[in-house]
């Protein structure tokens, strides 16, 4: 996949860049992102290197995940990452894959997070052919859920001992957004949408 470009009023989503990696350093020493993502803790300088330089750009190139800094158009500054992963659906029967997210701390409460996130998915379902987008988050992550929630995400309960963190497994929560979900959202780049119909019949059970 070539990397892409999205906008909104006040972000830029872009792939990140090299220069990007002491802003990501920073943001990852807040506490929250640390207990709640799956980035390394301790977060060095070399693994911001690495996000930015190696992870990043290899998603990309291998349809693996399609990472994008949010960065503000009033001042350049990075407000957080949103991407989407676990692709490997993305190009099979099922046409899924996951939304990831994390914002800043001081760019938090501002709702940029939710903002991002409807050009990601409107880019999600009209462009890639999306049918079925999953958000995840370790249950208890009130703020990731506040953000999904904005978005449509229809919750639909919870996974239990999905994810092993520090030894230990933990509940997660899970929710869905299908294209239907969000008929008549304007594209990206502000021209005007049409509804992105389910290219695959659903068929909903009755009980």
Same mark, same amino acid.
């Given at each position: 996949? @070539?990397?892409?470009?999205?906008?909104?009023?006040?972000?830029?989503?872009?792939?990140?860049?090299?220069?990007?990696?002491? =802003?990501?350093?920073?943001?990852?020493?807040?506490?929250?992102?640390?207990?709640?993502?799956?980035?390394?803790?301790?977060?060095?300088?070399?693994?911001?290197? &690495?996000?930015?330089?190696?992870?990043?750009? *290899?998603?990309? +190139?291998?349809?693996?995940?399609?990472?994008?800094?949010?960065?503000?158009?009033?001042?350049?500054?990075?407000?957080? /990452?949103?991407?989407?992963?676990?692709? =490997?659906?993305?190009?099979?029967?099922?046409? &899924?894959?996951?939304?990831?997210?994390?914002?800043? @701390? *001081?760019?938090?409460?501002?709702?940029?997070?939710?903002?991002?996130?409807?050009?990601?998915?409107?880019?999600?379902?009209?462009?890639?052919?999306?049918? +079925?987008?999953?958000?995840?988050?370790?249950?208890?992550?009130?703020? $990731?859920?506040?953000? =999904?929630? @904005?978005?449509?995400?229809?919750? *639909?309960?919870?996974?239990? /001992? @999905?994810?092993?963190?520090?030894?230990?497994?933990?509940?997660?929560?899970?929710?869905?957004?299908?294209? $239907?979900?969000?008929?008549?959202?304007?594209?990206? $780049?502000?021209?005007?949408?049409?509804?992105?119909?389910?290219?695959?019949?659903?068929?909903?059970?009755?009980?």
């Amino acid at each position: 996949m @070539k990397p892409v470009t999205l906008a909104t009023e006040r972000l830029v989503l872009r792939p990140f860049e090299p220069s990007d990696a002491p =802003a990501v350093h920073t943001a990852c020493q807040d506490p929250d992102i640390l207990r709640w993502t799956t980035v390394p803790s301790p977060y060095g300088v070399k693994d911001a290197e &690495q996000f930015v330089g190696t992870i990043v750009p *290899e998603g990309w +190139r291998d349809d693996t995940t399609y990472n994008f800094a949010l960065v503000s158009r009033a001042d350049g500054s990075l407000v957080g /990452a949103m991407g989407l992963v676990r692709l =490997a659906r993305l190009h099979t029967p099922e046409r &899924q894959a996951e939304l990831g997210y994390w914002t800043a @701390k *001081e760019h938090r409460g501002r709702g940029h997070t939710v903002e991002a996130g409807r050009a990601v998915v409107r880019w999600a379902f009209r462009d890639l052919g999306v049918e +079925r987008l999953e958000w995840h988050a370790e249950a208890g992550n009130e703020g $990731s859920r506040a953000v =999904a929630c @904005k978005l449509g995400f229809h919750m *639909e309960g919870t996974l239990r /001992a @999905k994810i092993v963190r520090e030894g230990t497994r933990r509940d997660a929560w899970i929710g869905s957004l299908l294209p $239907s979900d969000v008929p008549g959202r304007t594209a990206p $780049s502000g021209a005007a949408g049409t509804p992105v119909p389910d290219t695959t019949p659903y068929l909903p059970y009755p009980g």
